[in-house]
């Protein structure tokens, strides 16, 4: 009963090249999380939306951008990634934006840059 | 500045052992405080929410406890299994912000 779902599970993208990392679904939460997780680091959350209100970190780079098109679906995207984007990108959902819910966790993107 | 600072940053522990891992925050208003385990590649999963006014709760083996005055929170894993190695991160929120620790990587061997 998967209730988050990542994909790809793994990408290796080349420097400079253009990646989208997919985010889905099924609770039918109202929010979604990106967070981004680098060796032996905690998660480092980039941004959320809140229904079709996006939300940016104030330190998160312009060469992150998101999408959600749709309740259940969310894409992450990198216009241009560099070697220092190589990390473990996690997706993750609650119902309401209040911490008092629970936050469902995708189980994560590796990303390679080459 | 609200911070989430856990100990040790590594664990090593024979199978069957009982371990306890620490959590101190500082991170003010306290809304609720997570603990999450991540086993390596996986995404993080909920072990328990504990909220001001708890001071214990348990999900199976693991049992979390909150000093809210103290602003520390441990987790205890009894008789602990292979499968318990992984990485466990405290989470402190105060209202719409989460703030992760840093992890304890906890290893198991037979």
């Known amino acids: 009963d998967a209730m988050v779902i990542q994909n790809p599970r793994y990408q290796v993208t080349q420097f400079g090249k253009p990646v989208t990392l997919s985010c889905s679904q099924t609770l039918n939460h109202n929010v979604m999380y990106w967070y981004q997780q680098k060796s032996s680091q905690a998660p480092k959350l980039l941004f959320h939306y809140y229904d079709k209100d996006f939300n940016n970190e104030a330190d998160t780079p312009d060469n992150f951008q998101s999408r959600r098109p749709n309740t259940s679906f969310c894409f992450l995207d990198i216009r241009s990634p560099g070697l220092g984007d190589a990390a473990m990108y996690l997706c993750a959902t609650s119902r309401r934006m209040t911490s008092s819910y629970e936050q469902y966790f995708g189980p994560g993107t590796r990303l390679t840059v080459t | 500045k609200n911070q989430v600072e856990q100990s040790p940053q590594s664990l090593i522990i024979l199978e069957g052992k009982n371990c306890t891992l620490q959590c101190n925050y500082t991170v003010s208003p306290f809304s609720n405080l997570r603990w999450y385990k991540q086993d390596t590649g996986r995404g993080p999963v909920s072990l328990t929410i504990?909220?001001?006014?708890?001071n214990t709760k348990s999900n199976g083996r693991y049992t979390a406890t909150l000093d809210a005055d103290t602003k520390q929170s441990s987790l205890h894993i009894t008789a602990s299994q292979l499968s318990d190695s992984a990485s466990y991160i405290c989470v402190v929120t105060n209202g719409n912000q989460f703030y992760f620790g840093t992890g304890t990587s906890l290893t198991v061997i037979p």
């Open positions: 504990m909220t001001f006014s708890e």
